[in-house]
């Protein structure tokens, strides 16, 4: 890209570095060859360098990480070994922003290459992020030209082709006429509309992509798939199981790639079992338990939250097509609202758990649910079975609709 990058920044999102260090805790911090050779020369006050583990593939790397050839050690309480007593990083504190790993540095911003300009955004891994805290985004242009610089050195390879898209699985979608569908996406999802203020983020996706649906040309019964005779509800909730299993693991640290179990779940879509149970947190519920129980209200500071989750995976692309698994837009928003839903699933589960009735959901409980969805959606490796899978379960927004039905 000659001259300097068409940014595309999101209104109404702010970040500044809050000092939490949850960015630092766990996971492995890739390191290219540079970084390894600046960190292992720096002689760092009050910090005992332990070994930089290396990064070991069975398979080439992927274009996106093959700038990353090691990664550092954690310590055993699974912090940085950079960290200090206070969470702050040592390397910065010590050297300056420009000595820390690359990926610290690009942290927590991501950028999406389009035809129309780069869309910046940031991961809801951050706590900055979850609680919106800081400067808005729209201020730190400068800032977030120098880290688009950085962004490309790292991921040269990075291509995303938009001449693919599709409405629905095939009818295909030009880039031009999706911006003209996103402007109304994003417009439904701003705060400060009416439209938008008493009303749940999954609601208004889901409202969203029975809108969007009414461009699909060949009118189609989703709920009934070709050579399949389970029941509707019995698919979602096979379906609900294995997106729980898949970004709400109960060790989210336990597994440095995301993947939904698709074989397990034809399996159990072609023979479903008499009486299909959900398994979470080391306990059993059953979908009767799940439908009986009504979720208080989230306050405004969460739902807050959740419509932001919902409008920067929009406006950065990063739900559909090249920017998740292959999707078609309509498969795209139903995941994407099936998805919010499940925030309010989970947060339901924990409630019966504790056997609280009607109970409160404090925002801290909330913000830490989407950081782990997140997370897990930012390893996110799916298979072509697993894009067919999704799909086909998905197309129709009957079923999302279901869904956050069950997340009332």
């Not at 029941?231 to 709400?248: H, W």
């Amino acid at each position: 890209m000659g001259g300097e990058a068409i940014l595309h920044i999101p209104e109404g999102i702010n970040f500044d570095c809050t000092g939490c260090g949850n960015c630092c805790f766990s996971w492995p911090v890739p390191l290219t060859d540079d970084d390894f050779e600046r960190i292992c020369s720096l002689e760092i006050e009050g910090v005992k360098k332990e070994p930089v583990h290396i990064i070991k593939t069975c398979a080439p790397a992927s274009p996106g990480q093959r700038a990353f050839t090691s990664a550092l050690g954690k310590r055993r309480d699974g912090k940085c070994q950079f960290l200090s007593p206070d969470n702050r990083c040592e390397i910065h504190s010590q050297f300056g922003e420009e000595a820390k790993p690359s990926m610290c540095r690009l942290f927590p911003y991501t950028f999406t290459p389009t035809p129309n300009g780069v869309y910046a955004s940031a991961s809801f891994a951050s706590t900055g992020v979850l609680y919106n805290s800081g400067r808005p985004l729209a201020e730190q242009k400068p800032h977030l030209l120098r880290t688009y610089e950085l962004f490309q050195k790292l991921y040269s390879e990075l291509a995303p082709d938009w001449n693919g898209l599709q409405l629905i699985d095939g009818q295909p979608l030009s880039f031009n006429e999706y911006l003209v569908i996103e402007s109304t996406l994003l417009a439904a999802l701003k705060e400060d509309t009416p439209e938008s203020m008493n009303r749940r983020a999954d609601k208004i996706l889901c409202a969203l992509a029975k809108e969007t649906s009414k461009l699909i040309n060949q009118k189609r019964d989703f709920d009934k798939i070709p050579g399949l005779e389970t029941k509707p509800r019995t698919v979602d909730s096979l379906l609900i199981n294995a997106l729980l299993a898949a970004y709400f693991p109960d060790d989210v640290y336990k597994e440095n790639s995301c993947e939904i179990d698709t074989a397990q779940l034809a399996r159990s879509l072609v023979a479903p079992p008499d009486k299909v149970l959900i398994k979470f947190a080391g306990s059993t519920f059953s979908y009767g338990d799940l439908n009986q129980y009504t979720l208080a209200a989230l306050d405004a500071q969460s739902e807050g939250l959740l419509k932001r989750f919902a409008y920067l995976k929009i406006f950065s692309k990063l739900y559909f097509g090249p920017g998740f698994a292959g999707l078609s837009l309509v498969a795209g928003l139903n995941h994407l609202a099936t998805i919010v839903s499940l925030v309010r699933i989970v947060l339901k589960l924990k409630n019966i758990t504790r056997k609280a009735k009607g109970h409160e959901i404090p925002f801290e409980e909330v913000a830490e649910c989407v950081r782990m969805l997140e997370r897990r959606l930012t390893v996110a490796n799916y298979s072509r079975e697993t894009k067919t899978m999704l799909e086909v379960l998905l197309s129709g927004a009957e079923r999302s609709e279901r869904i956050s039905m069950l997340a009332s």
